[in-house]
């Protein structure tokens, strides 16, 4: 596990899930996330502007862009080679994982039950996507994994709002949560990039209350 990557996750606490149409409005759109200090983000390769986006924010510090949604190795060859500093997947795909160990980047698989997590543990993985969160018992759930596997730190995704971030946040084998409600489609097709700002600034807002805590 790349400690250094899960430091950065753990003191963001929060990684926006990107779906983006044009490239071009990459840059507007990190720029509007980091107002709202949120310097993580994940671009996914559900559109075909992910890669391209990717490549054109890669080369700026202020931000770690990582590629979300790669679902076998070429693709994980890709972003990486577009400059994606981690790598997220929806499942656990032992060639892809093994692929992103060998390039030496960060790979978060997708899990949610304890064979998954079992499975990816023994590959050497200690962060772990735990996806699809709400539908597969929401913290409740990522808790109770805490109970065999308290090595392994994981990333909720899929289904959490605002409302449900503390539920998630308070656990201390979270050491981010994934969402998209402060980049939605209906946000970014508007160009809205000042409700971004907001909704980014209260999400990391409380984000710090709930480590507080």
Request: with cysteine.
């Amino acid at each position: 596990m790349d400690e250094v990557f899960v430091e950065q996750l753990r003191g963001c606490g929060l990684v926006p899930v990107i779906v983006l149409e044009q490239a071009s409005e990459a840059r507007a759109l990190a720029e509007a996330l980091l107002a709202g200090d949120l310097p993580i983000l994940e671009i996914t390769l559900r559109s075909a502007a992910g890669l391209p986006a990717i490549e054109s924010l890669a080369d700026d510090s202020r931000w770690t862009v990582g590629a979300g949604t790669v679902l076998n190795r070429d693709e994980a060859r890709r972003a990486i080679d577009a400059g994606a500093k981690f790598i997220v997947a929806p499942g656990l795909d032992e060639a892809t994982v093994a692929y992103c160990l060998d390039r030496q980047v960060p790979v978060t698989p997708g899990v949610c039950t304890a064979t998954e997590v079992q499975r990816a543990f023994n590959m050497g993985l200690r962060l772990l996507k735990f996806f699809p969160a709400e539908a597969f018992g929401g913290a409740a759930t990522v808790k109770a994994l805490g109970g065999p596997f308290p090595q392994v730190q994981f990333v909720p995704t899929g289904g959490i709002n605002a409302a449900g971030l503390a539920n998630y946040l308070k656990l201390g084998n979270v050491a981010a949560v994934g969402g998209s409600w402060m980049v939605t489609r209906e946000l970014l097709a508007a160009r809205d990039y000042g409700t971004v700002t907001s909704l980014a600034a209260t999400a990391r807002a409380q984000v710090q209350a709930s480590r507080r805590q």
